[in-house]
């Protein structure tokens, strides 16, 4: 055995967040987007002043796993609840977690209208083009063709349009700060998603306005995948639809 | 401190700034825009914030953040958007998080009208949102009973941590009364379970309702109905006008028990002996008061501004032992005094 005094920590967990597994199915990459939002919060040292906007869907239960304080919103409200916080208490450093469903389709208005105000939150998009909790329905990030429990013959753009870019849509509103869209398939995106989130958050630390990370995501349970077939599917599917990369970032970038 | 002139809604605005209320979110809807107008003028001269949202959905829910981030907040709405409030009152009730609802009734249903209603009792008080919970509700009949309420409500709403609503309408939000605002000073309550950033050094707190383990859920429902139970017990008020010799009673409230005033007037000229019973708690309904006249009166004529509604509370708090009738208005009708007064002389007859 080496001698212990050699040896260094290179990795350990990050200090927000529990010692817990997690409720998420295997293969699902909300625990990845945990850690990372739990790693810049500690890297900008603001535990101490954070609040998480917990949504509905599968990541409602959130607060378990990060050791912050945490609301819970009602569906698609997280931006207002935020709001809310942020307003009342300037200090906080606020953020909303939210799915698809949560954000672009019953919170669109929410969505908007807090980054159309510049919101000093930051909101973190988890996009895995269907409804997790609720058992695989469409969700208004599903690909056409795509098939799930209530488009049984695959999205038809006939029937109900065409999925939503929402990195796109809040990018061309004059107030937000950072809007980029990263993915959780691979280790390197997981880099660049992680240097997305800080960013995000070190922005309201700055107190800039308005910070927006999408992540694509995996739901290998919903999808009807294995964990490697789902990472494969994102890559393949998703991203042509949903391209990575910055969309709006008012210090530098495009 | 002296009189001043001011409108309802304006003097209901000043009263929650006074009860150290500097934040309010909401969204416009007649008939009380002069609150918001009011508090987008005044907040950031006291150095708090006035929030115009995108929809009454969002007001209730940046009501929710405020709350829960443990600071006086509040609102203020009429009934179309009181219905689009009730999603987020029922998760505040929910998560146990004090704050302050105006509502300026209209009539409805739907998009109703524009006018003054009291038709929104039952939302007010029974719910609207889902699930076993209530609002502690105060319906004041005069502007300066509103000053009055507001600072009221808000400490009920912490002492209590829940919800508090005031249930206005058209008239009361409207009129121009002179009112003195009391000089004391807010209230304070522990606060230690809202969301402020750990700091590093208590356990992380969360705001939340959601219990998925139905026994869990049970406990807390029960703990609700407790709190409720306590308020029933301690929070009723009621006003009773002339009724030490009564041997009928009118019951109503808000803008309509005005309105009976003058009609009691006028019956007591002519020789009747009515007296009224005005309820100020809508929740908690002053069953007590009610109570005291079993025996005493002879039948008690309920009036409202709506089909019907107070009525029910009416006839549970007298358990069906005395006779209720009833004349309403609605719509944004207002009762005259004379017309109350006519009815009320046709029931007598009827009993001869």
Redesign the interface.
């Known amino acids: 055995m080496e001698n212990i005094e050699n040896m260094k920590v290179v990795f350990q967990k990050t200090e927000s967040l529990y010692e817990r597994s997690t409720h998420y199915c295997p293969g699902c990459t909300h625990g990845i987007a945990h850690r990372l939002v739990a790693e810049a919060i500690d890297e900008l040292g603001v535990a101490g002043r954070a609040v998480g906007i917990a949504p509905v869907g599968c990541s409602v239960l959130m607060y378990n796993y990060l050791n912050v304080d945490f609301q819970e919103a009602p569906h698609g409200r997280a931006p207002a609840l935020a709001t809310g916080v942020k307003r009342v208490r300037p200090d906080t450093i606020v953020f909303t977690y939210q799915g698809d469903g949560d954000l672009a389709s019953i919170g669109t208005a929410e969505i908007i209208h807090a980054a159309n105000r510049g919101e000093k939150i930051t909101v973190i998009f988890i996009n895995n083009a269907i409804y997790g909790m609720t058992g695989g329905q469409m969700a208004p990030t599903t690909l056409i063709g795509q098939k799930t429990s209530t488009t049984p013959y695959g999205r038809d753009a006939e029937l109900i349009g065409y999925p939503i870019r929402m990195a796109e849509l809040l990018s061309t509103l004059k107030a937000p700060s950072y809007i980029v869209r990263e993915s959780l398939h691979k280790p390197a995106n997981i880099i660049k998603a992680k240097k997305a989130i800080k960013k995000a958050f070190e922005n309201q630390v700055k107190g800039m306005p308005f910070s927006f990370v999408e992540l694509l995501s995996t739901c290998p349970t919903n999808w009807g995948m294995t964990p490697i077939q789902a990472l494969d599917w994102l890559e393949k599917n998703m991203i042509p639809y949903f391209p990575l990369g910055e969309f709006k970032n008012i210090d530098g970038g495009n | 401190m002296q009189k001043v002139l001011m409108k309802g809604c304006e003097a209901i605005g000043e009263a929650a700034i006074k009860s150290g209320c500097k934040?309010f979110?909401g969204y416009p809807i007649t008939p009380q825009n002069e609150i918001p107008e009011y508090m987008s003028r005044r907040l950031p001269q006291v150095g708090g914030?006035y929030?115009q949202?995108?929809?009454e959905?969002?007001?209730i829910?940046?009501?929710?953040?405020?709350?829960?981030?443990g600071?006086r907040?509040m609102t203020s709405s009429s009934s179309p958007g009181i219905s689009l409030y009730s999603?987020?009152l029922s998760?505040l009730a929910g998560?146990g998080l004090p704050c302050l609802i105006i509502n300026v009734m209209r009539g409805g249903p739907g998009l109703g009208g524009i006018q003054p209603s009291q038709s929104d009792y039952f939302q007010a008080t029974k719910g609207g949102g889902h699930g076993d919970y209530r609002l502690i509700v105060f319906a004041p009949s005069t502007v300066q009973e509103a000053v009055d309420l507001v600072s009221k409500a808000f400490d009920l709403a912490d002492k209590y941590r829940n919800p508090a609503m005031i249930l206005a309408d058209g008239i009361i939000g409207q009129m121009m009364e002179p009112v003195i605002f009391p000089e004391t000073k807010p209230k304070e309550y522990d606060k230690s379970w809202a969301?402020?950033?750990?700091?590093?050094?208590r356990p992380?707190?969360?705001?939340?309702?959601?219990l998925l383990n139905p026994e869990e859920l049970e406990k807390w429902n029960w703990e609700l109905k407790r709190k409720y139970d306590t308020i029933r017990e301690t929070e009723q008020m009621a006003e009773e006008y002339m009724l030490d010799d009564a041997d009928y009673m009118i019951a109503a409230y808000g803008t309509t028990a005005r309105i009976c005033r003058t009609s009691i007037q006028q019956l007591r000229d002519e020789g009747y002996k009515v007296g009224m019973l005005r309820p100020i708690t809508l929740f908690p309904f002053p069953d007590k008061f009610f109570a005291r006249y079993m025996g005493k009166i002879k039948f008690i004529f309920d009036v409202e501004m709506s089909t019907g509604q107070m009525i029910e509370d009416v006839k549970l708090s007298t358990l069906c032992r005395i006779p209720v009738h009833f004349h309403g208005r609605t719509g944004g009708m207002v009762p005259s005094p004379e017309e109350i007064a006519e009815k009320f002389k046709e029931l007598v007859a009827k009993e001869k």
Not at chain 2, 61 to 69: D, E, L, W
Not at chain 2, 204 to 210: C, G, P, W
């Open positions: 934040y979110f914030v929030l949202s995108e929809s959905v969002a007001a829910n940046m009501i929710f953040g405020g709350a829960g981030a600071i907040v999603e987020g998760y998560a969301t402020t950033g750990r700091q590093g050094k992380q707190n969360i705001v939340k309702s959601l």
